[in-house]
């Protein structure tokens, strides 16, 4: 297979692992910290989970090894979205395991959590690890979104653990996968089976994260590669002096990658998810926001500017959620097919215009039709309109052209407005891994597999104090359940994960609403060029503005 040169020279990087870490199992003991609760709803969750509730967080420290001997066998499965860094949580599980007893194996089972009920899978050696070392990507067993969720799945799964006489298993997942995995866990707990569940947190979203979990894996290395791209085109922008670019970029709900983008480049506009629902902002409010920088820019010459939306953002504007939920009634069971027989457009928004409420019809009214027809097109196997397909970098840039077009008519305003729309999300998905997500989850992989070894179950792997050298991060572990609320899901009482979405009284957002008006007027852009992989320090293994804020 050809690789490239920097592939190459990647298989050769060494990742970093906290200190406690580096002499692996010998050198480990176990600190137990206090015994814990969960996030909310103690007494319900202690009731789901009577085996693995309220066990001790435990931090690893140096000292005489007294974990358990036996031979392991692990199981591993990739769970969702591609994040950079996968491929060295397993690696370093390897390496872990390896070094602890040669006899050990890994199992990798393909494809996500199908794998395991499919008993579809690899067993790993030196050969197969080593072409994934320090490189982006899921495709070193595939990853897939089927859940985990139901005691039918269970009971497959502990078969197929039984049948290769599996020790562990290792759920590398955001947060669903990992409350599946502590529903895994109770499971396995108290069905006397020993398989004990560890998860790691992943996702570029970065809304996996809680006074335990500093931030997910690959969200450094996803923003660093959009913010690379966003300083490209800021950098464009500027030498051109006649675009506003509109860039919508991924993370689900949450603006978290947004907003490091921001911290990270400077643009003209950020809209923040979480401040659009705070503030009950209408899409006409946003519009008015966004062309308010134009306008201002355009008054000095500057006819060109940066827009950063966040993927989630209609979802958070209040009046465009109830138009969604009414357009959802609108077309539920067979009403879908009435509708969809209608022969014209025409045809199609009379009847939408009859199914509506008066205000959700305003708000429809304003969408440029190219919005308005994706409305209808797009759903999901429930037949509800799948938001975050909606081209909301076009949806903002068609709306404020139009605010612009009145403004010129009242004579407040005399630019030119030429937008163009990006939307970055896969780009970075598979990115190479940054030096901090290399050494991040070649330490949550490692830490994993002393987990195993001291006998956890219910745990996710931890590391922490991020924001300082690799050598000073601290290894643990935190029972899941510590993380877990009650939430209403498809109608009913979930335990889950609660998501953490970007707090208004956060440092990231407080340092970001400081300096946004001043950044919506003047040309502020930060060129963040390129991740570096080689060179100095304070270059290659920088984290997040975001971590360095929160921390520091
Ligand atoms: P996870 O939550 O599974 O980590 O996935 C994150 C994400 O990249 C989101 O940012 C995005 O909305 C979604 O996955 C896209 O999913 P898909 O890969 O199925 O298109």
Not at 127 to 132: A, H, Q, S
Not at 196 to 210: A, E
Request: hydrophobic content about 35%; some cysteine.
């Amino acid at each position: 297979m050809e690789i490239s040169l920097l592939q190459k020279a990647r298989y050769a990087y060494v990742p970093k692992l906290p200190e406690m870490l580096r002499n692996g199992i010998a050198d480990i003991s176990v600190l137990e910290g206090e015994e814990t609760t969960s996030a909310a709803d103690c007494e319900k969750i202690k009731a789901l989970f009577p085996n693995t509730y309220g066990k001790r967080e435990i931090v690893f420290q140096k000292g005489q090894n007294t974990s358990k001997t036996q031979k392991q066998i692990v199981g591993v499965i990739l769970s969702g979205g591609q994040a950079p860094g996968g491929h060295n949580v397993i690696c370093g599980l390897y390496d872990a395991l390896k070094s602890t007893n040669p006899e050990n194996e890994l199992y990798g089972f393909k494809n996500g959590p199908i794998g395991l009920i499919e008993d579809n899978y690899i067993v790993f050696n030196d050969d197969y690890i080593n072409e994934y070392r320090n490189t982006g990507g899921f495709d070193i067993i595939g990853s897939g979104r089927t859940k985990l969720e139901t005691n039918e799945q269970f009971a497959i799964v502990a078969e197929v653990c039984k049948k290769h006489g599996i020790t562990a298993i290792v759920i590398i997942g955001g947060d669903d996968s990992n409350t599946n995995a502590a529903v895994l866990a109770e499971y396995f707990a108290s069905h006397n089976t020993s398989v004990q569940v560890i998860g790691c947190p992943k996702t570029i979203d970065g809304d996996l994260k809680n006074e335990d979990i500093e931030c997910s894996f690959g969200f450094d290395t996803a923003t660093k590669t959009y913010s690379e791209l966003i300083g490209n085109i800021a950098r464009d922008a500027n030498s051109a002096k006649k675009y506003w670019h509109f860039i919508k970029v991924m993370g689900r709900s949450a603006s978290h990658v947004a907003l490091e983008c921001a911290l990270e480049t400077q643009p003209n506009i950020c809209l923040i998810s979480e401040e659009v629902a705070a503030k009950k902002m209408s899409l006409s409010q946003i519009a008015d926001y966004i062309a308010d920088s134009v306008e201002k820019r355009a008054a000095q010459g500057m006819n060109f500017g940066i827009a950063i939306i966040p993927e989630g953002v209609v979802e958070f504007v209040p009046e465009f959620s109830v138009l969604i939920q009414e357009i959802n009634e609108l077309l539920a069971g067979s009403k879908a097919d009435a509708f969809n027989a209608l022969p014209t457009w025409n045809d199609k928004y009379a009847y939408i215009e009859k199914g509506l409420t008066k205000e959700s019809m305003e708000v429809f009214a304003i969408l440029p039709q190219g919005i308005q027809q994706q409305l209808f097109l797009e759903r999901d196997p429930h037949g509800n309109v799948q938001v975050s397909l909606i081209e909301s970098e076009k949806l903002f840039s068609a709306l404020v052209k139009d605010k612009l077009a009145a403004r010129k008519q009242a004579g407040t305003y005399n630019g030119k407005f030429n937008p163009i729309h990006h939307f970055l999300g896969y780009e970075g998905r598979c990115a190479f891994p940054s030096n901090f997500d290399s050494d991040y989850c070649y330490s949550l992989g490692y830490n994993a597999f002393m987990l195993i070894q001291y006998g956890y179950n219910g745990y996710l792997s931890k590391i922490s104090n991020l924001s300082k050298p690799a050598k000073e991060w601290i290894a643990g572990g935190m029972p899941i359940t510590k993380m877990m609320n009650i939430e209403r899901r498809h109608g009913e009482d979930k335990p889950v994960i609660k998501k953490a979405l970007v707090e208004l009284d956060s440092k990231p957002f407080k340092f970001f609403e400081t300096h946004r008006e001043t950044w919506a007027v003047d040309t502020c852009f930060v060129y963040p060029g390129a991740i570096q992989y080689y060179g100095p320090v304070e270059v290659c293994d920088i984290t997040t503005k975001t971590l360095a804020l929160e921390q520091n």
